[in-house]
């Protein structure tokens, strides 16, 4: 049964940039939340997404954005990158009904130059 | 003020001591709670969630205090590979909120 996964594992982006993650649930989840963690905090929440559309967003800019495809994967976009973009991005994923009970995968960490 | 405020640390403690991590949160409406531990540069895996009636799992024991708003997780007996942070984490309306984390450091 595998658990979450999140491609790539590293990105080293330029400032202006756009950039694409990818996460995978685990198996039988339908829920997908994304994290930013930066050096010494905490992860703060960008969104949630289910059923193809997000469910809540946290307090991030619409440089952020998301999507959800039919078989529960997720993707993020980060447009016109900054350098305090630079942070470890999280994908947790979760049943609907218990969207507290979080699955994390291990992380793209970006770095913006 | 943030929701989730825990004491950053570091927490340095000899093996066998026992070590303990306090957290308040600022919305009364929370539901669920929860301590995650993370390792350096790896993802936030779930410890233990926290109830009211407080809860052991072997060496680890979590309480809540919901009049308060603080919760509690209290490490018996540490080990070298208890070395991590410790995040605190509520349960809001449909995502987590994390603390900052407390780090802890367990030395021989």
């Known amino acids: 049964d595998a658990g979450v996964t999140q491609s790539p594992t590293h990105l080293i982006k330029t400032r202006g940039q756009q950039v694409t993650l990818r996460c995978s649930p685990k198996s039988g989840h339908d829920t997908v939340s994304w994290y930013q963690q930066a050096l010494g905090q905490g992860p703060q929440f960008i969104f949630q997404y289910y059923e193809e559309e997000e469910r809540q967003r946290g307090n991030f800019p619409d440089r952020f954005s998301g999507h959800q495809f039919p078989n529960y994967s997720s993707e993020l976009n980060v447009n016109a990158l900054l350098l305090g973009d630079s942070a470890l991005y999280l994908c947790?994923?979760?049943?609907?009904?218990?969207?507290?009970?979080?699955?994390f995968g291990p992380g793209t960490r970006l770095t913006v130059l | 003020r943030k929701e989730v405020e825990q004491d950053p640390g570091p927490f340095n403690v000899p093996e066998g001591a026992t070590v303990a991590f306090n957290c308040t949160y600022s919305?009364?409406?929370?539901?669920?709670f929860f301590w995650y531990r993370q390792d350096c540069r790896k993802e936030p895996k779930l410890l233990m969630s926290v109830y009211s009636s407080g809860n052991e799992d072997g060496r680890f024991t979590a309480q809540l205090n919901r009049a308060s708003q603080y919760i509690s997780l209290l490490i018996r007996d540490s080990k070298l590979s208890d070395s991590a942070t410790y995040l605190c984490?509520?349960?809001?309306?449909?995502?987590?909120?994390f603390g900052t984390g407390t780090r802890l450091l367990v030395s021989p």
């Open positions: 984490v509520v349960g809001g309306f449909q995502k987590l909120v």
């Open positions: 919305n009364s409406a929370s539901q669920s």
């Open positions: 947790a994923s979760s049943f609907r009904d218990r969207d507290n009970e979080q699955f």
